[in-house]
């Protein structure tokens, strides 16, 4: 029996061969039983009135777009897994995504086996109820506005930052590997210089650390030595020989 058997997925998708090509191959090979939307607004209706482990968004629909969908279903606190379908050469379509709300993205054209395998991976990990704000600290994070503060002070950031900083901040205080931070920030098609998370992070901490470092506000941004990257409440003691700040 396939330990996907009794899940339920809802594909909203225009294109009427991808469509029926998604739907079918999930059924056939996977046994979702997959519901079939073709604008935004039907797609929307469905996801609000059914029950799903998970939601398939294409960007660009008629009448409202993939985004316009994500960014209400999570304003409502509706937290069911959402994997969004991006075209291809949409450079900042991955960042946006996660911006959002969204859980994960695709880009097209893909394999019929990586969705199923993402599907797969979105349905185990749940739908935990998630806060429309994101906090650390004093330094908060809303997905729905793309907004970031600290201490109240707005904090202007790009869509990689952006990106970048919710990751982390989805971690809960856990550490996020180099390698984590590159497939889930810049996607595992991109091919990012060998050092552009470092110098992302070095943007953020001159953005979210380094200005409030007068006011006695002890670094948010901790590197892991050896393993990678995590965010700290102020009043969290780094473990000595273990956690830099730097």
Same mark, same amino acid.
């Given at each position: 029996? *396939?330990?996907?058997?009794?899940?339920?997925?809802?594909?909203?998708?225009?294109?009427?061969?991808?469509?029926?090509?998604?739907?079918?191959?999930?059924?056939?090979?996977?046994?979702?039983?997959?519901?079939?939307?073709?604008?935004?607004? *039907?797609?929307?209706?469905?996801?609000?009135?059914?029950?799903?482990?998970?939601? @398939?968004?294409?960007?660009?629909?008629?009448?409202?777009?993939?985004?316009?969908?994500?960014?209400?279903?999570?304003?409502?606190?509706?937290?069911?897994?959402?994997?969004?379908?991006?075209?291809?050469?949409?450079? &900042?379509?991955?960042?946006?995504?996660?911006?959002?709300?969204?859980?994960?993205?695709?880009?097209?054209? &893909? *394999?019929?086996?990586?969705?199923?395998?993402?599907?797969?991976?979105? @349905?185990?990990?749940?739908?935990?109820?998630?806060?429309?704000?994101?906090?650390?600290?004093?330094?908060?994070?809303d997905p729905a506005l793309s907004q970031v503060t600290r201490d109240g002070e707005t904090i202007e950031l790009s869509r990689r930052e952006f990106s970048l900083l919710e990751t982390l901040m989805r971690a809960g205080g856990s550490v996020m590997s180099k390698q984590q931070l590159l497939d889930r920030v810049w996607g595992m098609d991109d091919e990012p210089a060998s050092n552009v998370v470092e110098v992302y992070i070095r943007y953020l901490r001159q953005k979210i650390d380094d200005p409030f470092a007068d006011d006695g506000h002890q670094p948010i941004i901790a590197t892991v030595r050896g393993a990678g990257y995590r965010l700290v409440d102020d009043t969290e003691a780094a473990s000595a020989g273990q956690v830099e700040r730097r």
């Open positions: 029996m *396939s330990h996907t058997a009794g899940v339920r997925v809802l594909l909203v998708e225009d294109e009427d061969r991808l469509a029926r090509l998604v739907q079918e191959g999930l059924r056939n090979e996977d046994g979702i039983d997959v519901d079939l939307e073709r604008d935004g607004v *039907s797609g929307l209706w469905r996801a609000t009135e059914g029950t799903y482990d998970a939601i @398939v968004l294409d960007i660009m629909l008629p009448e409202k777009n993939g985004y316009q969908i994500c960014r209400e279903l999570r304003q409502a606190e509706d937290w069911t897994p959402i994997l969004m379908l991006t075209a291809k050469d949409g450079e &900042f379509d991955e960042a946006e995504a996660l911006d959002i709300g969204a859980d994960d993205y695709l880009r097209k054209p &893909f *394999s019929l086996v990586v969705l199923a395998a993402r599907l797969r991976a979105l @349905v185990r990990r749940g739908a935990p109820a998630r806060p429309a704000v994101l906090s650390c600290g004093t330094l908060l994070l």
